[in-house]
């Protein structure tokens, strides 16, 4: 199931939401009507949307001309100009018009639209190197998320002679969000000499070993008359077993070339890759064998070889990808080799190493040494955190999971709430389901609200049953803290009766339930998962016949009283086809129950539950089973009032 969820609020949502001004002009929340439909120019402004998505400047200044009363003119505005701004395919246009852009930020200084548009300024400002309104701009730039943006920033540091390799270095670790602008920062990078032929070989790898091949294919340029020969490169990307039967010619090229050949082999066949490279690893040097290893490593870690961890223990001291470095713990942590487990994260850049999970893993494998202080140390860093790792760090100190104290706000602060600025246009976006403006105009006010602030927006939120705002928002604070918020419980009635009518825990069904749609009524994904549990309908028809409902339409299988009955049988047969073990059963409701079956049958021998978790091969499983079952001690901590054990819940995982 994807949690990728395009959701969509009830118009019930809205009753208590009031007319207010907000971000981008007058606007009025949604009107309290259950039938709400959006109106002609609704359709408009949702067309216009899609046009200036597509950077079709043509076709969205046409449509912002038909709605020139629509009450959000920052985004008509915005919608308007940005498409002028990039071509087709995205790419910053050098040619953009400035003066629109520049009186947009005039007008709108201070909103969050405006610092969408910063955004994208940015990225033209970086392709053409003006460096000098970069740098006016950036300063300005609130939230700074942009990969593609903080790379322009060093290329800016660069133009006034700093020397940013290290920063750069440390930066560039997630080739999927380079774009042009990453491209670009490694070319002068490596034209200033900043950046070795090796730092260079080693972002083609990592792009390479992601499967981003047009990203790496652009960074090979920056290898200027380094560049090996068309055809070289692409038998070693594109026929590596080709390439390698050559042998290793004695030259640098031919090495990297080498190692990329390996990382391309090793995608689809690792232990052909183990066994080709051993047969050229002799004419490689030692930190080249070791980088070939971790490569090789990796791709079966993912795909669970037992050999995994044979391959990676070669790689020690190597210059791995973070993903790499990250599975060579994991497969560590299958194969109970603590003492690598230890020499692993301690191999991890800082960034990573300072992690929650590895400060825990490694804090694991320094008290399995006997150094009980020391790691006591490691847990007390990370045990005040509200997660799965503070979870477990806090157990490792002997003490169960409890509640912080609960924080309540009188009704004159939560009222405050309603005049907040973006509030308003934020619930309209919603019943328009546009999610992604919703929550920038949603979470655009709460960066500089206290805590207190922050728990009376999220019972504001629930008031007007936007329980996914009233979640994330009170998910925000730092030391005063509402738990009822954070783990919000709507529709208790009908969760706690199918829960105890299948068997489950109902702090397990609250647990998923948070995870799969926080709450949102009418939450459907991409895939076609619907529901407040998120049940894809082959599955839902399947469990209905299975308890005699017969066939259910989908109205009928995203009806709240529908959809909670189906979603709880259903997870309590994968509960009892998995032997009662919640982090198996968890597994099957995300990723469907064969999976969670063969990565069972393909462990040595038993494993913690936390270890099985972490080593889940899919990312979007292994964090949704952690995030499940942290949530469900929250839940179970609030409704039954007495500290919790995580550890007893994730019990142990038998082959």
């Not at 076709?59 to 009363?69: D, E, F, K, T, V």
């Not at 460096?131 to 942009?146: A, G, I, P, T």
């Not at 973006?422 to 920038?440: D, H």
Request: aromatic share 10%; hydrophobic share 40%.
């Amino acid at each position: 199931m994807s949690k990728r969820l395009n959701r969509v609020y009830l118009a019930a949502g809205y009753a208590l939401a009031a007319a207010t001004l907000v971000a981008c002009g007058t606007a009025t929340a949604v009107p309290p009507d259950a039938d709400f439909s959006p109106s002609s120019d609704d359709r408009i402004f949702m067309q216009l949307r899609e046009a200036s998505r597509a950077n079709d400047a043509g076709r969205a200044a046409l449509l912002a001309s038909q709605i020139p009363n629509y009450p959000a003119p920052g985004y008509i505005d915005y919608f308007t100009i940005k498409p002028q701004l990039f071509d087709a395919q995205g790419h910053a246009r050098p040619d953009a018009p400035d003066a629109p852009v520049l009186s947009f930020l005039q007008r709108y200084d201070g909103q969050a639209i405006a610092d969408r548009m910063r955004n994208d300024y940015l990225v033209v400002l970086g392709g053409r190197h003006d460096w000098r309104n970069f740098q006016e701009q950036y300063s300005r730039f609130v939230l700074n998320d942009d990969t593609q943006v903080k790379c322009y920033a060093l290329e800016a540091r660069m133009s006034r002679g700093e020397n940013v390799a290290d920063a750069a270095r440390a930066l560039l670790v997630d080739p999927k969000s380079y774009g042009d602008g990453c491209v670009d920062l490694i070319a002068a990078l490596a034209e200033s000499g900043q950046f070795t032929s090796d730092d260079i070989w080693q972002q083609i790898r990592l792009a390479y070993e992601q499967n981003y091949t047009t990203t790496g294919a652009n960074i090979v340029d920056a290898l200027g008359q380094e560049r090996p020969k068309p055809e070289l490169l692409d038998n070693a990307v594109n026929k590596p077993p080709l390439y390698l039967a050559r042998g290793v010619m004695p030259n640098t090229p031919a090495h990297q070339l080498t190692l990329l050949a390996v990382t391309r082999l090793a995608r689809n066949d690792p232990a052909m890759a183990a066994a080709t490279f051993s047969s050229v690893a002799p004419s490689l040097t030692a930190a080249e064998r070791a980088v070939g290893w971790g490569t090789i490593g990796y791709q079966a870690a993912l795909k669970r070889m037992p050999a995994a961890a044979d391959w990676y223990r070669l790689s020690a001291n190597a210059q791995l990808s973070n993903p790499a470095y990250e599975w060579r713990t994991r497969s560590a942590l299958l194969a109970g080799d603590w003492n690598m487990v230890r020499w692993s994260v301690e191999q991890m850049p800082p960034t990573l190493r300072s992690q929650p999970s590895w400060t825990y893993w490694h804090a694991r494998a320094v008290k399995q040494a006997g150094d009980t202080a020391t790691a006591n140390q490691e847990f007390q860093s990370i045990a005040d955190q509200y997660n799965f790792y503070g979870q477990l760090a806090l157990e490792e100190l002997g003490q169960k999971i409890t509640l912080p104290p609960r924080t309540t706000v009188s009704d004159a602060e939560i009222a405050q709430m309603q005049s907040v600025p973006g509030f308003a246009l934020s619930q309209r976006f919603y019943a328009l389901n546009l999610r992604l403006e919703g929550n920038r105009e949603w979470n655009w006010p709460l960066r500089t609200m206290t805590d207190r602030q922050l728990i009376a927006a999220a019972q504001y939120a629930k008031r007007i049953e936007l329980f996914d705002r009233t979640v994330n928002t009170a998910d925000k604070t730092k030391s005063e803290h509402d738990f009822s918020l954070r783990y919000l419980s709507p529709f208790r009635e009908i969760v706690e009766r199918d829960a105890q009518n299948t068997g489950l825990d109902i702090e397990w069904a609250y647990g998923l339930i948070r995870q799969e749609s926080r709450f949102i009524i009418n939450a459907r994904s991409e895939v076609g998962a619907g529901g407040l549990m998120q049940l894809m309908p082959g599955t839902a028809q399947l469990v209905a016949k299975k308890i005699g409902l017969g066939p259910v339409s989908r109205a009928q299988m995203n009806d709240i009283n529908t959809n909670i009955l189906l979603g709880t049988n259903y997870l309590s047969m994968i509960y009892n086809q998995f032997d009662n073990s919640p982090v198996l059963a968890t597994a099957g409701y995300n990723a469907g129950p064969g999976r969670p079956k063969q990565w069972r049958q393909d462990l040595r021998a038993p494993v913690e539950g936390a270890v099985f978790a972490e080593t889940i091969p899919f990312s979007e499983t292994r964090d949704y089973v952690k995030n499940v079952l942290s949530n469900t001690v929250y839940y179970a901590a609030l409704f039954e009032g007495r500290p919790q054990s995580l550890k007893a819940r994730l019990g142990y995982i038998a082959p």
